[in-house]
């Protein structure tokens, strides 16, 4: 069984600049969330993806959008970057949507100049 | 929306020691998670527990719904436990909700 996969691990963009962020699932789990971890802070849910549309948003703008593959597989897009965007990103896998135990990947570092 | 604090914000141990790690949450839960967060950022899952008792070698966790909180125990902690440890709660979504976070330094 393997586990949550995200790339890259770490990259740089300048401000203005758009971003995509991937995760791989844990096998069998069909459903993904999206969190951002700003340094000193607990994770921020971003949004969760079900059999690839779209299941619940945070408070985050119409800039950071997602998509969900068939595979289950999944993309973090941020356009129109800023510097307060700098973060660890993180997504999860769960099984279905209800309620059940998320399991986390490693992590994308953003780091917007 | 829920509030889930956790205290002590700071914990410094010498190796040996146990700990109790606590979360508390304003409203009610449909699920409860404890999180180490290692220095590198991975969120390392030790307990799934909405409620009740669990245990799993040195770590042991429990939840009392009705009370609204949890606790996390570590015991003879060891270097390797350093981090930041989190619980995270969902309660009207499927979106967790992450605590405060207590950062545990061990020392040999």
């Known amino acids: 069984e393997t586990g949550v996969t995200q790339s890259p691990t770490h990259l740089i963009k300048t401000r203005g600049q758009q971003v995509t962020l991937r995760c791989s699932s844990q096998s069998g789990h069909n459903t993904v969330s999206w969190y951002q971890q700003a340094l000193g802070q607990g994770p921020q849910f971003i949004f969760q993806?079900?059999?690839?549309?779209?299941?619940g948003r945070g408070n985050f703008p119409p800039r950071f959008s997602g998509l969900q593959f068939p595979n289950y597989s999944s993309e973090l897009n941020v356009n129109a970057l800023e510097l307060d965007d700098s973060a660890l990103y993180l997504c999860?896998?769960?099984?279905?949507?209800?309620?059940?135990?998320?399991?986390f990947g490693p992590g994308t570092r953003l780091t917007v100049l | 929306g829920i509030q889930v604090e956790q205290s002590p914000p700071d914990l410094i141990l010498q190796e040996g020691a146990n700990s109790t790690l606590r979360c508390n949450f304003s409203d009610s839960v449909n699920n409860l998670q404890w999180f180490h967060q290692n220095p590198w950022g991975q969120l390392i899952n030790l307990f799934y527990i909405p409620s009740g008792t669990k245990q799993n070698g040195r770590l042991s966790a429990t939840t009392v719904a009705t009370e609204r909180y949890s606790l996390l125990y570590i015991s003879s902690s060891q270097t390797t436990d350093s981090g930041v440890y989190f619980c995270?709660?969902?309660?009207?979504?499927?979106?967790?909700?992450f605590g405060t976070g207590t950062r545990l330094q061990v020392f040999p």
């Open positions: 995270a709660v969902i309660y009207n979504t499927d979106k967790l909700i």
């Open positions: 993806y079900y059999r690839e549309e779209e299941n």
């Open positions: 999860a896998s769960s099984l279905a949507k209800a309620h059940n135990e998320q399991f």
